[in-house]
C-alpha cells in the first residue's frame, strides 16, 4: 500500500535514485527523535490551539494584552519596605508601645479562667492560648502588609517559575483521550490494528513519521477513498511500517530543525521579548506548517543573512518528512550546492548541467496540448521581457511557438528537442520545408495556416520569434545537449508527477549559465502553478522553494502565485534585494503573498516597500515636558540652591501628555538599522485568513 492505504503503483517520477551527498557545509544536527517511553510522551505533550506562528508543542498560552508591569526595582523595594513596616508593627505591639488594646478580642471570647495561671487550661494551655492569639495578629500583620507590598507578584515572578521546571510530567490521558493508542481506529471496529501500533509504540519500533504516514492513510479511509479491510490488513502485516512511502524509506538522514509532524511544523526560531512584539507572542516559539506555507512566503535578505541556512532548509526539511508521510510533494530549486540538503533526502535529484545526473527534466513540463505547452516555455523565454505592469503578459510570444509546436507534434507525435525548437524558430528553410511537407500530405488544413502564419511573420521587423530563437540558444549549448530530450531515450521528470508524495530537488547550473539559470527557474515555477492547477488529488499539499528567485517574478508569475492557495499548494522565494523585482511588480508580488519576511541587512528602500505593505496602527504617544520651578519666597530660594548643589540640577514640575497616533509598524529605518544580526521581522496569514502582524524574531533561537 502507498502512503494513501492503496496499493503502489509507482513510475519515474518516484523511483529512488542513486544518491550521494551534495557539498553542504557541515551543520550540527538536531536532536534525535525519541523512542520508546519518550516518544510516548512526546506523542501526548498538549498542543493547544494557538495564534498563527506560535510553535504549538507544549505551549502555555499568554494573555492577549500586556498586564501593567511594575519595575523590578520597585516591585522588590517596596516588598522590603512593606516587610519591615510589619516588622516595625509588630515589634511596637509586642514591647507595649501601643498599648494592649489588641488583646480585647481575646478577652471578649475566652473565660476569665483561661487568663489564669490555676484556670481549667493549666499552664501549657494558657501559653497555647496566648500564643496562638499572637500568631494570628501576626498573620492579619502579614496579610495587609503582603498586599501592601504586593509579595503575591513576588512570588509569581521571581519565585515560581523557579520550582516550575522541576514540576512532574502530567499523567496520561485517559484511554479514550490516548493519542498512543489510536482511539480513532477503537472507535471505527479496528481493534486489532490499533493493538498492534500501540504496542509497537511502546516498544519503542514507531517514530513521529510513522504515525504522521499512518494518520494520513487513515484519513484516506474516513473519507472513503480507499477500503478499511486493506487498511487493517497492511497494519496487522507491516506494524507501524506499513502504507510506505514509494521510497520505502521512513525517515530523513539527518535533521537539523525541530520538527512536530503532529501538528505539521518546524520550528524557525523564538520570538523577541521586544516591546515591539504583540504580548501573546513574546518569547513563544516560531514556527511555520501547511497552513501558512499555503498563502506562500517572500523572504527578503542580503547574501549571508541566513535565507538558506534558517529558513529554506528547514522548510524543505520539514515538506521532505511530510511527504514521507503522504501528506506533501516538495520542489526545491536552487543552485548546485546551494544547501537544500543531502541528495538521500530526495526521490528525484535533476542536475540539469551534469552529465552523471539521472534524471533530466521536461521542458514541456509533462502535456500534450501544444497551446499550453507553448504558454509555459514562452513565460519561462521571455517571460521577464513583457511589460513588468501586472496587465501584461506574453501572448505574442505564446502564439508564436503554438504555430511551431502544434504542426510539430502533429507530424513527429512528440514536441521538438532544443536543437529543434531553435532552427524552426530561427526560420531555417529546410525544417520548415520538411513540416510542411509533411503535414500537406496528411491533410491537416489547420496546422497548414498556422505554419504559414508563422512564415509571414518571420517576413515583418520586430517579430518576437528572434528573440524566442535567442532564448532558445541560452539552452543550445554543450553543456546541455544531454538534457531536454524529447525522444524518450532519458528519463525527463515532470511536474505532473505532484499527485503523488514526492521530494525533487533541482540543480541549477551557477556557473557560467545565470541566464540560462534564471530562466530554467521561470519554466519550474510556470510548470508547478499550471500543475497545481489541474491535479486531481488536492488533498496533497504541494509547494515550491525558489532559493533565489532572481529574474523569475513576472505578471504572470505573480498571477499564478495568487492562485496557489485555492490548489492547495504555495510557493517559498528568496531574493537578496526587492530591487531584483521590476518596481511596478513589487507592490503586486507583496500583496499576493501571505507571509513576508524582512532579513538583517534589508536596505531601507527595500524596507519602505515592507512598511507600506505592514500599514499603520494606533498607538500611545507620549509626551514629557519638564518645567523649571522659579521660588518666589527666600527660604524657598535657599532650598532651590541647596537642591541644586546636591543633585547638580535645578528644581523642575514634569507634565506628562497621552496622545494617540497612527504610525508604522516598522519603519522603513527601523527595518534597515534596528534588527540584529540573525533576526527577521515576519508577518503571517495562514488559509483561512488569520494573520499575525510584523513580529520580530531570533532565527538562531
Given at each position: 500500500m502507498d502512503s494513501d492505504g492503496t496499493q503502489d503503483a509507482r513510475g519515474t517520477h518516484a523511483t529512488p535514485v542513486p544518491r550521494s551527498r551534495s557539498a553542504v557545509p557541515p551543520r550540527p544536527s538536531a536532536p534525535p527523535m525519541p523512542d520508546g517511553s519518550a516518544f510516548l510522551a512526546w506523542l501526548r505533550t498538549p498542543r493547544p490551539e494557538a495564534l498563527p506562528g506560535v510553535w504549538r508543542f507544549g505551549h502555555r498560552p499568554r494573555p492577549a494584552e500586556e498586564p501593567e508591569q511594575i519595575p523590578a526595582r520597585q516591585l522588590l523595594s517596596g516588598a522590603l519596605i512593606a516587610f519591615l513596616v510589619g516588622w516595625l508593627i509588630w515589634s511596637l505591639l509586642q514591647n507595649g508601645y501601643l498599648g494592649t488594646w489588641w488583646w480585647i478580642p481575646l478577652f471578649?471570647?475566652?473565660?476569665?479562667?483561661?487568663?489564669?495561671?490555676?484556670?481549667?487550661?493549666?499552664?501549657?494551655?494558657?501559653?497555647?492560648?496566648?500564643?496562638g492569639y499572637e500568631v494570628i495578629v501576626a498573620l492579619i500583620i502579614m496579610v495587609g502588609v503582603g498586599k501592601l507590598g504586593r509579595w503575591s507578584e513576588v512570588w509569581r515572578r521571581f519565585v515560581a517559575p523557579r520550582f516550575r521546571r522541576g514540576q512532574p510530567d502530567v499523567a496520561p490521558p485517559a484511554p479514550e483521550h490516548d493519542p498512543t493508542e489510536w482511539p480513532q481506529l477503537r472507535a471505527a471496529g479496528a481493534v486489532d490494528a490499533a493493538e498492534r501500533l500501540a504496542g509497537e509504540a511502546k516498544a519503542g519500533l514507531m517514530r513521529d513519521v510513522d504515525h504522521a504516514r499512518i494518520a494520513r492513510a487513515w484519513q484516506g479511509v474516513r473519507s472513503g477513498r480507499h477500503d478499511l479491510s486493506a487498511f487493517t490488513g497492511a497494519v496487522l502485516k507491516h506494524g507501524s511500517a506499513a502504507c510506505?512511502?514509494?521510497?520505502?524509506?521512513?525517515?530523513?538522514?539527518?535533521?537539523?530543525?525541530?520538527?512536530?509532524?503532529?501538528?505539521?511544523?518546524?520550528?524557525?526560531?523564538?520570538?523577541?521579548?521586544?516591546?515591539?512584539?504583540?504580548?501573546?507572542?513574546?518569547?513563544?516559539?516560531?514556527?511555520?506548517?501547511?497552513?501558512?506555507?499555503?498563502?506562500?512566503?517572500?523572504?527578503?535578505?542580503?547574501?549571508?543573512?541566513?535565507?538558506?541556512?534558517?529558513?529554506?532548509?528547514?522548510?524543505?526539511?520539514?515538506?521532505?518528512?511530510?511527504?514521507?508521510?503522504?501528506?506533501?510533494?516538495?520542489?526545491?530549486?536552487?543552485a548546485a550546492g546551494a544547501g537544500l540538503g543531502p541528495a538521500d533526502a530526495y526521490d528525484v535529484v535533476v542536475r540539469i548541467g551534469n552529465p552523471e545526473s539521472v534524471y533530466d527534466l521536461d521542458l514541456y513540463g509533462g502535456t500534450t496540448d501544444p497551446d499550453e505547452a507553448a504558454a509555459v516555455l514562452a513565460e519561462a523565454l521571455v517571460g521577464d521581457l513583457a511589460d513588468p505592469h501586472p496587465g501584461s503578459d506574453s501572448r505574442r510570444s505564446t502564439t508564436v511557438l503554438a504555430q511551431l509546436l502544434g504542426p510539430f507534434r502533429a507530424v513527429h507525435d512528440r514536441f521538438p528537442s532544443v536543437p529543434e525548437l531553435r532552427q524552426l524558430l530561427d526560420g531555417a528553410p529546410g525544417p520548415l520545408a520538411a513540416l510542411r511537407t509533411a503535414l500537406q500530405g496528411s491533410g491537416q488544413e489547420s496546422?497548414?495556416?498556422?505554419?504559414?502564419?508563422?512564415?509571414?511573420?518571420?517576413?515583418?521587423?520586430?517579430?518576437?520569434?528572434?528573440?524566442?530563437?535567442?532564448?532558445v540558444a541560452l539552452l543550445d549549448r554543450p553543456a546541455f545537449a544531454g538534457f531536454f530530450d524529447t525522444s524518450g531515450q532519458s528519463r525527463p521528470f515532470s511536474l505532473r508527477a505532484l499527485d503523488h508524495p514526492v521530494r525533487v530537488r533541482i540543480d541549477l547550473p551557477s556557473r557560467g549559465h545565470a541566464d540560462a539559470s534564471r530562466m530554467l527557474a521561470r519554466l519550474v515555477l510556470a510548470q508547478f502553478t499550471a500543475s497545481v492547477a489541474v491535479r486531481e488529488d488536492r488533498s496533497l499539499f504541494a509547494c515550491l522553494i525558489l532559493d533565489d528567485a532572481t529574474g523569475v517574478v513576472t505578471p504572470e508569475a505573480v498571477r499564478g502565485i495568487q492562485r496557489l492557495r485555492s490548489g492547495n499548494a504555495g510557493a517559498v522565494l528568496t531574493l537578496r534585494t526587492l530591487d531584483d523585482v521590476p518596481r511596478p511588480l513589487r507592490g503586486p508580488l507583496l500583496g499576493s503573498v501571505g507571509c513576508r519576511m524582512a532579513l538583517s541587512g534589508l536596505t531601507p528602500w527595500d524596507g519602505q516597500d515592507f512598511a507600506e505593505v505592514w500599514g499603520k496602527e494606533w498607538t500611545e504617544a507620549r509626551d514629557v515636558t519638564d518645567r523649571q520651578i522659579i521660588a518666589e519666597t527666600p527660604a524657598g530660594k535657599a532650598l532651590h540652591a541647596v537642591r541644586r548643589v546636591i543633585t547638580g540640577k535645578a528644581a523642575t514640575a514634569r507634565a506628562v501628555t497621552v496622545r494617540q497616533v497612527e504610525r508604522e509598524r516598522w519603519s522603513a529605518s527601523e527595518l534597515a538599522h534596528g534588527v540584529p544580526p540573525g533576526h527577521a521581522v515576519l508577518s503571517l496569514t495562514d488559509v483561512r485568513g488569520e494573520h499575525a502582524p510584523p513580529l520580530l524574531v531570533d532565527l538562531r533561537g
Open positions: 471578649l471570647v475566652t473565660p476569665d479562667s483561661w487568663r489564669g495561671g490555676d484556670g481549667d487550661l493549666g499552664g501549657v494551655g494558657t501559653v497555647l492560648v496566648y500564643r510506505p512511502h514509494p521510497s520505502g524509506a521512513r525517515d530523513l538522514s539527518t535533521r537539523l530543525a525541530r520538527h512536530d509532524l503532529v501538528t505539521g511544523q518546524v520550528r524557525l526560531g523564538t520570538t523577541a521579548d521586544d516591546a515591539r512584539n504583540p504580548y501573546a507572542y513574546r518569547g513563544t516559539g516560531l514556527a511555520l506548517g501547511p497552513e501558512l506555507l499555503g498563502t506562500s512566503l517572500l523572504a527578503v535578505g542580503p547574501a549571508g543573512s541566513g535565507k538558506t541556512g534558517t529558513v529554506v532548509r528547514p522548510l524543505a526539511e520539514s515538506l521532505c518528512l511530510h511527504a514521507l508521510a503522504g501528506r506533501a510533494a516538495v520542489v526545491a530549486v536552487g496546422l497548414l495556416r498556422e505554419l504559414d502564419a508563422r512564415e509571414r511573420q518571420m517576413a515583418h521587423p520586430g517579430d518576437v520569434g528572434g528573440v524566442l530563437a535567442d532564448r
